[in-house]
Structures are given as structure tokens and as C-alpha cells.
């Protein structure tokens, strides 16, 4: 008898490793072989973590391979993990529950306000002493697919998304052929890349690091309380915070949202979010580390971060339904409002749809529109890699002139038509988002659209703006930081 209860306890044992093992990485088949193990275990417990450290380095070689967040010197950015209820507590960065991109869960971190002090591990951290708040990108390489760009078609299916192939990797690509290739990083060039190969995405290459810090939400205005009051002309790196339910900082010239991400954390490398780098986030979402899906829309019509439309509000036309209130959208930490993330959860990036137009670092060669720079004060001044140039004979359907890994040219084909709010829009393949290239009076890209946009905005959104003040355009940030784990072949 004792026996056989112990037969039936250890087959129930086996079981539970056998699901463990199956669902250890996101529901990934996993063969497992006993022979792998050292068996030398007293509980069931003790076997599943035997399992997981036996066949970790080969659950996911891709996962294993994720960099590790650059803290810099440890004294600005602090690691949190952000409950679902959007509580904020301070970890160790050496806390394995900090991050897991293969449970799509992205790593987070924190700049508190000045003067306040730094919290001891697990302990809690009010909204109210958060500055800002910035996700870890980590360097991967992609399976190309688009790298002959279709532009302008009239005929054919515009549903050409798919899951984005993505491999992280601390080591650049080099030219394998038929397997890898090296980055092009320029507008219009593809180099030797093939469609079916994997290529480093440029946003890493250009700052040569292993990943960078996106801002969590679009950049807002400290002292703003109103619409009004957060439309302000300025390049004063003092105004900015970056987390939910603030008034999103608008009105404002491309040089001035410039000039203020550069000086706001000179330290830590910060910027202005630039196309390939709005890209990199866009893609990473779109494959089996992020939400793999169109994020939702934020269609707060009050320009107030990390809101996510409900689903009565329809957003198949354009204009969609926007509003302010619980009958138009609810915040962040909502389930509603996970689906407005990058990954479907509270650990993700909010606002690549919907909110305010956001202009990016990224522009046409030579044209410097409204935005109040000029040759001078741009190329001049600054290292190109704050910024992305592309080929000064595009225009609005140029597609071809894209910088591989910027999501632009990359989600062609485009076409034409009456969406079903009757409305005449150039769209892309990846959910019809819109799609206008710059142009000569219209030289500086923006991404996402705004909070009435509807079917035409997304994380795969872009059009064209002068570079001057609007109303509905404002801007995000990125840490690029100092590289602690140098690249090498």
C-alpha cells in the first residue's frame, strides 16, 4: 500500500514539473530530460527549482541573452517593480523579481524629485516624490521582412502584420549570409540585408550600448493643472515629469523639446526620443516579449498620460471617441488600462497611441521647417546620434527612404482610401495606421497620433510637421546612459 501512495505522490510530482517546465517561458514547448538533473532533492519543491536551474540557460537562449539594465552610478535611477495597482516599490537591482521579458515583464525604474531621499529595498515609493519614470530596452536583432519597401499600392490586402521575430542579444550582427547582416543605419540604404535575415537594430548601434531607458509616458509639464496650462514655449529641462495622470507638455518648438531632454540628465545621457529609437520600442512590442497586438488607444481629450479608452468607445473611424471621464477611459493601473502598454500589463510603455502627436528627433536633410533650429545650431552642435537624417529629396509617400528599424517603410505596403469615417487617408499595413513621410514643408517626423485620431493612430503611426508650435505634438524621453557592457564580436 505504502507503495503505491507513493507511486501516485510521485506521479503527481512529475506532473507538476512537466507543467512548470512547459510554461516556464511563454507557453514555449520545452523538452526536458532527467539525466539533466542531480535529483538530489527532498521535496517536490526542491525538484522544481532542480528543473529550473537545470534547463534555465536552455529555456530561452534569447532570454538568457537580455542586458542588463544600465543603473548608471546608481544615484538617480532607482529599479522598482510597479504593482498592479500601480504601487511603486523600491528592489535591488539584483532582484530576480525585477524583471522577466520572457513573462513579458519589462524592467522599471525611477528619478525622484529633488531633495527627496532614496527609499531602503521593498519599501514603497509615493507618486507624489516620482520625477519620472523610464522602461528598459534591451538590445535585440530582428528577422527582416520588409527590407525591399512596396510603397503606394491600389490594389491588395493591407494586413500584412505578423509577430516580430527578436532575439536579444548583447553582440552586434555582423554580414552572414543568410543569416545575419549588418546594419545599414542609413536612410535609403540597405546594405546586404535580405528579407529572412536578422539585423542589430540601429538604436543600440548608434549610442553603443546594450539597451537605453524610454520614458514611460509621454513627457508632461510639472506645474501644469490645466490643458492650458501645459502648453508652454520653453527649453527649460525643470518643467519636465514623466508619469500617468499629468497634462502632456505641448506647444512647444522641436528645438526647445530638444534642448530640454538634452540637458535633463546630462549624466545619464538623455535625449529627445528619435525615430529608429520610437522603432525599437514599437517592435519589441509587436513580438512574444510584448503585447504582440496594436496597443490601445489613450484618448484622453485633456492630454493627460497613460489613459486607455474603453471598449464602448469605438475607435474604428476617424475621428474616434475621446473624452475625459470614466465613460471615455480609465487610467494606467486598470485592467483596461494595461491594454493601452506595451505589453499588455503595468510594466510596459504607455502612450505610443493616442495622447498628443509626438515629435521625434528625426528629420529631412538640409529642412529645417519651424522648428528653430538651423544648420548651426543642429548639426553644429550636436552629435548626430541625437538624431536620425533622412534623404532630402523624400516626400510623402517616400517610403524607401526609411532608416531600416525606424517602422516606417517597414509597414508597407500603403494605400489610399476611405476608412469608414468617410475620411481620405494615406495608410500603412500594420492595423492602417497613418503614414506620411516628411517633406520639404514638412521636415521633422512625429509618431503615435493624438487622442481623436481612432483607426489612424498606433504604435506604427507616423506623419509629418513643420517642427513648429502645435497644440496636439509633444515629446518623450530616453536615457541612453553610459555603456557598462561594451559590444564585441
Not at 50 to 75: E, F, R, T, W
Not at 145 to 173: A, C, M, R, Y
Request: charged letters at 20%; one cysteine or more.
Amino acid at each position: 500500500m505504502k507503495k503505491v501512495i507513493l507511486a501516485f505522490i510521485l506521479g503527481l510530482s512529475l506532473s507538476a514539473i512537466s507543467v512548470v517546465a512547459l510554461s516556464l517561458c511563454n507557453a514555449k514547448d520545452i523538452e526536458y530530460n532527467s539525466k539533466d538533473a542531480t535529483w538530489d532533492v527532498d521535496t517536490v519543491s526542491d525538484a522544481l527549482n532542480d528543473l529550473y536551474k537545470s534547463k534555465g540557460s536552455n529555456v530561452d537562449d534569447s532570454c538568457n541573452n537580455v542586458a542588463i539594465p544600465n543603473l548608471g552610478d546608481g544615484s538617480k535611477l532607482i529599479p522598482v517593480i510597479i504593482s498592479d495597482s500601480g504601487t511603486v516599490t523600491k528592489v535591488s537591482e539584483n532582484d530576480p523579481d525585477w524583471y522577466n521579458y520572457c513573462e513579458k515583464k519589462w524592467a522599471n525604474a525611477v528619478i525622484l524629485n529633488d531633495g527627496v531621499q532614496v527609499p531602503n529595498d521593498n519599501q514603497q515609493i509615493d507618486m507624489d516624490n516620482i520625477e519620472s519614470m523610464f522602461v528598459w530596452i534591451p538590445k535585440y536583432k530582428y528577422k527582416l521582412w520588409n527590407v525591399n519597401v512596396s510603397g503606394l499600392t491600389s490594389t491588395g490586402s493591407l494586413e500584412q502584420k505578423h509577430t516580430i521575430d527578436i532575439v536579444f542579444d548583447t553582440t552586434d550582427t555582423v554580414d552572414k549570409e543568410g543569416e545575419s547582416c549588418q546594419t545599414p543605419m542609413k536612410s535609403g540604404e540597405i546594405g546586404s540585408c535580405s528579407n529572412g535575415e536578422y539585423m542589430t537594430h540601429p538604436a543600440f548601434i548608434s549610442f553603443g550600448v546594450d539597451g537605453f531607458w524610454v520614458g514611460k509616458f509621454e513627457t508632461g509639464h510639472r506645474t501644469a493643472t490645466s490643458i492650458s496650462s501645459a502648453q508652454v514655449k520653453s527649453a527649460d529641462s525643470s518643467y519636465i515629469v514623466v508619469k500617468p495622470n499629468v497634462y502632456s507638455w505641448r506647444s512647444n518648438t522641436v528645438k526647445n523639446m530638444f534642448e530640454a531632454a538634452y540637458e535633463y540628465e546630462r549624466e545619464l545621457d538623455s535625449h529627445m526620443m528619435k525615430n529608429t529609437e520610437w522603432g525599437a520600442v514599437a517592435y519589441l512590442s509587436h513580438s512574444i516579449y510584448g503585447i504582440n497586438n496594436e496597443v490601445n488607444i489613450n484618448n484622453n481629450s485633456s492630454y493627460k498620460t497613460g489613459f486607455s479608452a474603453i471598449p464602448d468607445n469605438y475607435q474604428g473611424t476617424y475621428p474616434g471617441t475621446s473624452g475625459d471621464g470614466e465613460g471615455s477611459n480609465t487610467p494606467w493601473n486598470t485592467k483596461n488600462g494595461y491594454r493601452a502598454s506595451t505589453t499588455g500589463n503595468i510594466t510596459g510603455v504607455y502612450d505610443m497611441s493616442g495622447g498628443a502627436w509626438e515629435y521625434v528627433a528625426a528629420y529631412r536633410v538640409n529642412t529645417y521647417g519651424s522648428s528653430g533650429f538651423d544648420q548651426t545650431s543642429l548639426e553644429s552642435k550636436y552629435d548626430s546620434k541625437y538624431y536620425d537624417s533622412y534623404n532630402e529629396s523624400s516626400s510623402v509617400t517616400d517610403n524607401q527612404y526609411m532608416i531600416l528599424g525606424d517602422s516606417t517603410g517597414e509597414m508597407g505596403p500603403f494605400k489610399y482610401f476611405k476608412d469608414s469615417g468617410n475620411a481620405d487617408q494615406y495608410h500603412n499595413s500594420w492595423y492602417g495606421d497613418y503614414s506620411y513621410f516628411v517633406e520639404s514643408s514638412n521636415p521633422w517626423f512625429c509618431r503615435g497620433g493624438r487622442y481623436q485620431d481612432g483607426v489612424l493612430a498606433g504604435q506604427f503611426g507616423f506623419s509629418r510637421r513643420p517642427g513648429s508650435v502645435t497644440a496636439y505634438s509633444g515629446f518623450r524621453l530616453v536615457l541612453a546612459g553610459e555603456n557598462k557592457h561594451p559590444t564585441s564580436e
